[in-house]
């Protein structure tokens, strides 16, 4: 596979598992925010941001010119995620920080991911 493609299946399955949970968060975020500690009231927002992250995502994979920003959001995600979970700002319970560092942890991983394609792209060309 070239590292193009892999650069683009990379986004499109970061996109698509950021876009399932996204519309896991709004239609059973409700009843999962007080298991986890997680306000209800930032359930929507978060939902629709992690669908607008997706959408993102996707539609970086079919441009034309690869954009880096896909790499940054990520990485920004994953320290912000590991950020709440270690601030005390968010009253998490155990399920709840194992969730939000699993997430850190997915988001991580793809920033890792799209930079290391990105440079190999690069130095194809």
Do not use: K, Y
Not at 5 to 16: C, E, F, N
Not at 25 to 34: E, K, S
Not at 63 to 76: K, M
């Amino acid at each position: 596979m070239s590292q193009q493609r892999a650069l683009r299946a990379s986004l499109r399955v970061d996109g698509v598992g950021t876009g399932i949970f996204g519309v896991s968060v709004l239609v059973g975020g409700q009843g999962l925010a007080g298991a986890i500690g997680v306000p209800g009231s930032w359930i929507v927002p978060v939902g629709a941001a992690m669908l607008g992250g997706a959408v993102l995502l996707l539609v970086f994979s079919g441009h034309p010119v690869l954009p880096s920003i896909a790499a940054t959001v990520n990485a920004a995600a994953g320290i912000a995620m590991v950020g709440l979970t270690v601030s005390g700002i968010l009253p998490l319970t155990g399920l709840g920080v194992a969730f939000m560092l699993a997430g850190a942890v997915w988001v991580a991983s793809f920033a890792v991911l799209v930079l290391v394609l990105l440079r190999r792209t690069e130095s194809v060309r």
